[in-house]
């Protein structure tokens, strides 16, 4: 089993919808949770830190679940903008470890 | 701004020979910094985490020979692709975690085109 797994999609939708994304982690001493977000041939940009009391950002939502060791991330209201990959990020070992998800692939269409 | 600047952006070299990337954390020091492989459509793969002054623990399957990592002082890791062959071809992007912020920054990448 992966250390964290995503659901590499690709998730199509309209614009306007919402749509979310799970993040499970095998790691249960795992600390801290991210959500990155990558455009083709860029690199990764932090999207927003993941607690367990949840955080919101304008349309995005995220959330931890540490009993059941997953993240999630809710976008709202889908712009064309949001199309790219979604990649969970978690680190453990003191910051000394940090693992990626293979990333969910969203396209927002017109 | 960037806080992690990585040079260069893009490399076109001719197989067999060496190419030198470099990573800079800007305004933190960084005791670990990671290095990644990304092909076209493909996730991010972790190559190496390199540590300030002692050896870089590199990922299995990853030649510790061809891709050489020197991280020297605490805001610079460099990687060196060593006879670069065409399947060496791909995107590299280093990152470093920021201990204070506790968060994870990425260079800019670099695109290596090995002919």
């Known amino acids: 089993r992966k250390e964290v797994e995503q659901d590499p999609g690709p998730f199509n939708v309209p614009e306007g919808a919402t749509v979310a994304f799970n993040c499970t982690y095998s790691n249960s001493a795992s600390q801290s949770f991210f959500w990155y977000r990558q455009d083709c041939r860029k690199e990764p940009k932090l999207l927003m830190s993941v607690y367990s009391s949840g955080n919101e950002d304008g349309r995005f939502t995220a959330q931890l679940n540490r009993a059941s060791q997953y993240i999630s991330l809710l976008i709202r209201d889908s712009k064309l903008s949001d199309s790219a990959t979604y990649l969970c990020?978690?680190?453990?070992?003191?910051?000394?470890?940090?693992?990626f998800g293979t990333g969910t692939k969203l396209q927002v269409i017109p | 701004g960037a806080v992690v600047s990585q040079h260069p952006s893009r490399v076109i070299c001719k197989s067999g020979t060496s190419v030198k990337i470099e990573c800079r954390s800007l305004?933190?020091?960084?005791?670990?910094m990671f290095w990644y492989r990304q092909f076209p459509k493909q996730s991010l793969m972790l190559m190496a985490t390199?540590?300030?002054?002692?050896?870089?623990?590199?990922e299995q399957g990853v030649e510790k020979d061809k891709f050489l990592i020197n991280h020297a002082s605490l805001t610079l890791s460099t990687l060196t692709v060593t006879s670069a062959h065409p399947e060496d071809s791909s995107f590299y992007i280093c990152?470093?975690?920021?201990?204070?912020?506790?968060?994870?920054?990425f260079g800019s990448g670099t695109q290596l085109s090995v002919l």
């Open positions: 390199s540590n300030e002054g002692s050896k870089a623990t590199y």
């Open positions: 990020v978690v680190f453990s070992g003191g910051y000394q470890k940090v693992t």
């Open positions: 990152s470093a975690i920021d201990r204070e912020l506790e968060k994870l920054f």
């Open positions: 305004d933190f020091q960084a005791t670990t």
